[in-house]
């Protein structure tokens, strides 16, 4: 950032800095999720920054972030390493990605506008395409894109708040059995747009508990 004092410019301190590591940090957390890194797979500074083309420092503070975020352990004498999805983890995220999502497919489902069951549907629409083209990388991004979507119709930014470290890791979750849960997946988010769309929150709800528990299902299979 640039700021402008008695006529003169001022280059910010740390400003570059802070956007190298936040580029670090979304480009190790993508390649976890798609599988780049694979689960328990060894992660060390020096090998982090000459993928990156990067010195270690945004590379260590990425790492305390993706620890403390769960996509990385660190174990004595291996140092950080992917962490691997384990059944408990499993139901610990799906657990509360049940709560978090009831709730807000039955508060779109009353506030939902013509316009918000219009961006719904597109995404539809293209997850749908995404299916057909077996693009399964673009269909994992869409599943979170759409669930997130209904939590930002939903009106309620301690919903969006609470959840939104939480889509990174069902990202990670659904992009493992992307191929397989693309179908069923998009046939329960069509059930679930048309009671939002309908204005029915006691549908919305059922459809959205349903989706959840289906997702659960497969992850854990």
Avoid: C
């Avoid at 609470?162 to 191929?179: E, K």
């Avoid at 204005?199 to 528990?213: K, M, R, Y």
């Amino acid at each position: 950032m640039d700021q402008q004092y008695g006529g003169g410019q001022v280059r910010t301190i740390g400003a570059d800095h802070i956007a190298l590591r936040e580029q670090v940090l979304s480009e190790l957390r993508r390649r976890i999720v798609d599988g780049d890194y694979a689960q328990g797979e060894r992660l060390t500074e020096n090998r982090l920054a000459d993928d990156f083309g990067v010195s270690r420092n945004p590379v260590r503070e990425a790492l305390r972030v993706v620890e403390s975020e769960g996509f990385v352990e660190i174990l004595p004498r291996r140092g950080a390493v992917v962490a691997t999805l384990d059944e408990t983890a499993i139901r610990d995220l799906f657990a509360v990605r049940k709560q978090l999502e009831t709730l807000a497919a039955g508060l779109a489902a009353e506030r939902a506008t013509e316009e918000d069951v219009a961006r719904l549907r597109a995404l539809l629409a293209e997850a749908n395409a995404a299916t057909d083209a077996e693009d399964f990388a673009r269909v994992a991004e869409l599943n979170s894109e759409l669930h997130v979507a209904v939590i930002d119709i939903s009106g309620n930014r301690w919903l969006a708040s609470l959840s939104s470290a939480m889509y990174h890791h069902v990202h990670w979750v659904f992009r493992v059995g992307a191929a397989q849960r693309a179908p069923h997946s998009w046939e329960e988010h069509i059930r679930l747009v048309d009671a939002i769309a309908a204005g029915d929150a006691d549908a919305a709800v059922a459809a959205a508990s349903a989706h959840i528990d289906a997702a659960a299902a497969a992850a854990l299979s």
